[in-house]
């Protein structure tokens, strides 16, 4: 009897698995791919949007060009998971049956019940989100003068924020938009808990392009007109954008998986299998196992890539009976975009050279990055067409 494997996601996570599932199960199972937006987004150069909306027909890929014809696609939202009957329940009524399935649908915005931020608030999780940002600051930029420009607030310095940043900057400059840019982080530093250096780096670059960072006291509290910082800043703004952090997808808390009780982003062992063994999880929608006593794998786009590789392989191994095979990040470097240009730490290839640094090097790093990941679900083509955006 052939078995039925379902993925729920195309992000990096998602449809990454997707891929690896197809290269190895060659006829094996049926496969199903079950996603709410029809496309999967290059998320990590979602930021260029908001600079330039044209650049969204460069990272975004219908789902029906990166599958094989064999595998189904079914377009919907998730809203809860029988494990015991091993039934995927979607909104629109309908469900979707399974042998295996393969949690990938990524994680949501957190606002850690901050008043009103949720409510006020734009987020950068996908193409509508990132078309929405380029509206709300264009729109603001229309309304506004040189004596008084538009105010936009970014929270969160970690890498969304710092490079959603460097966005509305060269928007800002392309048009010569009458915008200030506040970048406001609750911790001491932008790129909170990494090395100094790079922190020293990506300061000199945000203020090189006029953003005003504010570090060193949370955001408290959010209204209609204004951000509340600590227990004496107010900041009117016109555009707020929120960058800072992450929990798992709503519909996760009712899957009976062991998993966190606050994120609901499920536990999974560094073989990605979860508490059911025929249930599998990875990326943001997971806490992965590794090596270190209580270390999950960092939620990130270059984690998700790794993992999903493997991930397909278990599941293939799974039906076959075979023994799992663990899997443990490797950090390949970090890369961070302000603008039109780069930093790069500790990257593969050059640790031994430059542990980090900026330039030509840097922006020809960061652009092949991503035109790689483009390659893989869409071809040289597409990566090329890419490469001078990123």
Not at 148 to 164: K, T
Request: proline fraction near 4%.
């Amino acid at each position: 009897m052939t078995e039925d494997v379902v993925v729920l996601g195309s992000g990096y996570a998602g449809t990454g698995t997707i891929l690896s599932l197809e290269e190895r199960l060659d006829g094996e199972a049926d496969l199903t791919w079950v996603s709410d937006v029809d496309h999967h987004l290059v998320l990590h150069e979602a930021h260029r949007i908001i600079r330039d909306p044209s650049i969204r027909d460069r990272i975004r890929f219908p789902v029906s060009e990166i599958k094989s014809p064999g595998t189904r696609f079914v377009q919907g939202s998730v809203e809860d998971v029988d494990v015991e009957g091993r039934t995927v329940h979607l909104a629109d009524g309908s469900t979707v049956e399974y042998d295996y399935l393969v949690v990938g649908f990524g994680s949501r915005t957190a606002f850690f019940g901050i008043e009103g931020l949720e409510e006020h608030s734009l987020t950068l999780k996908g193409l509508d989100d990132a078309m929405g940002v380029h509206d709300a600051v264009k729109d603001a930029a229309k309304e506004a003068t040189r004596d008084d420009p538009a105010q936009v607030v970014v929270g969160g310095a970690g890498l969304s924020g710092i490079q959603s940043s460097g966005e509305i900057a060269a928007f800002r400059d392309r048009h010569r938009a009458p915008i200030d840019i506040h970048l406001v982080e609750g911790l001491d530093n932008v790129f909170p808990n990494n090395d100094p250096v790079v922190q020293a780096k990506l300061r000199k670059l945000l203020e090189a392009r006029d953003v005003n960072i504010m570090t060193g006291e949370f955001i408290g509290e959010v209204d209609e007109e204004t951000v509340y910082i600590g227990e004496e800043t107010e900041l009117d703004y016109d555009v707020l954008l929120w960058t800072g952090g992450i929990t798992g997808q709503e519909p996760a808390s009712k899957f009976e998986v062991e998993q966190d009780e606050r994120s609901h982003r499920i536990d999974s062992a560094s073989t990605f299998r979860t508490s059911d063994e025929r249930v599998f999880a990875l990326g943001d929608a997971a806490l992965v196992e590794q090596e270190q006593d209580d270390a999950v794998a960092p939620p990130t786009a270059q984690a998700a890539w790794q993992a999903a590789e493997i991930a397909g392989e278990n599941v293939a191994r799974a039906i076959r009976g075979q023994p799992m095979r663990e899997w443990i990040h490797e950090d390949k470097g970090t890369l961070i975009s302000v603008g039109d240009e780069a930093v790069a730490h500790d990257v593969v290839g050059f640790r031994n050279v430059m542990e980090t640094f900026g330039g030509p090097v840097a922006e020809a790093l960061k652009k092949g990055v991503a035109a790689r990941w483009i390659k893989t679900v869409a071809g040289p083509v597409a990566a090329a067409r890419a490469y001078p955006d990123m």
